[in-house]
């Protein structure tokens, strides 16, 4: 079965430069999450999108800017990367009216 | 706001024996979903088990079962005959019913031993 496809799996920067991560949801999800996953730490909500409208934001800074369109994919493009970015960023979909995320297995981004 | 708390930060148990991870959450919301989501060395966020708060019966997917006390705000995730490939950390989650996002709990660190 076709899973959550993340790109770059793995990524390096270095500090003031600008990344975008890329997602694409399982065929038939409409809803994809972002969550960000610093070193030891659980995942923390950044942003989602249902129907390529923002439908909820969490702890995403100002630096950082998401998207989707209009086939369902998302972009998360981060700016002026910081050490602190450095994490393990997932992306993850959902079925219309499904209430299971599906993740996928992640960019590991490492700001330097 | 939504929280979750995981008290074991890390445990052990022997090959085929039987293991109990504990989760508490707190929320004034009467419907929302919990989950246990597996995430071994490879770092995937896999889910292992999905619980609606308005079912009374305790969900059970194959060797994994919670136990979900709602009045108390517990939702404990036992695993049976314990297997290596079970190591992994696990997160519980939550997710109200009017929104999207999962609030996970800081984890839990299982080893599953020879």
């Known amino acids: 079965a076709a899973g959550v496809i993340q790109s770059p799996r793995h990524l390096i920067k270095e500090k003031r430069e600008t990344a975008t991560l890329k997602c694409y949801p399982i065929p038939r999800h409409d809803t994809v999450y972002w969550y960000q996953q610093g070193p030891g730490q659980d995942p923390q909500f950044l942003i989602s999108?249902?129907?390529?409208?923002?439908?909820d934001k969490g702890s995403i800074p100002d630096r950082f800017s998401a998207q989707q369109f209009s086939d369902y994919h998302s972009e998360l493009n981060m700016s002026s990367l910081e050490l602190g970015d450095s994490a393990l960023y997932f992306c993850?979909?959902?079925?219309?009216?499904?209430?299971?995320?599906?993740f996928g297995q992640g960019t590991r981004l490492t700001v330097v | 706001a939504q929280t979750v708390t995981q008290s074991q930060p890390e445990m052990s148990v022997q090959e085929a024996e039987t293991v109990t991870l504990s989760c508490t959450y707190d929320t004034s919301e009467n419907n929302y979903y919990l989950f246990w989501y597996k995430q071994p060395p490879s770092r995937q966020m896999i889910l292992v088990i999905r619980?609606?708060?308005?079912?009374?019966q305790n969900a059970t997917e194959n060797r994994f079962s919670v136990n979900f006390q709602k009045a108390a705000k517990s939702f404990s995730l036992k695993i049976s005959d314990s297997q290596l490939g079970d190591t992994a950390m696990y997160f519980c989650a939550f997710m109200k019913r009017s929104s999207e996002k999962l609030v996970f709990g800081k984890g839990t660190k299982l080893t599953v031993n020879p």
């Open positions: 619980q609606e708060a308005y079912k009374q």
């Open positions: 993850a979909s959902s079925s219309p009216l499904g209430t299971e995320a599906f």
């Open positions: 999108f249902y129907e390529k409208m923002q439908s």
